[in-house]
């Protein structure tokens, strides 16, 4: 949100936050922040392998298409630890460079 701009609205379906944790860890939950520590539904991602951040958010571009939802439409949010490297946000935005 900008300082003294409008809000941005987070729309559930094409939402998500990937949380980048110390120690090179990922988390990631979809939709508003409130929802996933009612539910508990913040999931554990990798950087590589069958569970890959770059896995999770294909999944869910692919998710959009087949409900006719343009896959532009998808917002990703990054949080990091306040102490976590500028080269792991670096790592995970190539890792997740995906065409379009």
Not at 25 to 44: D, Q
Not at 70 to 95: C, E, G, P, S, V
Request: aromatic share 8%; proline share 4%.
């Amino acid at each position: 949100m900008p300082k003294d701009g409008e809000v941005t609205k987070i729309i559930t379906t094409t939402s998500m936050t990937v949380l980048i944790a110390g120690n090179n860890k990922l988390y990631y939950y979809f939709g508003p922040e409130e929802e996933p520590f009612k539910t508990g539904s913040i999931k554990k991602a990798t950087w590589d392998g069958q569970n890959s951040i770059r896995s999770v958010i294909s999944g869910k571009k692919l998710e959009l298409t087949v409900k006719n939802i343009n896959t532009d439409k998808l917002m990703a949010l990054l949080k990091h630890h306040h102490n976590q490297a500028i080269r792991t946000l670096y790592i995970f935005w190539m890792n997740c460079s995906l065409p379009t």
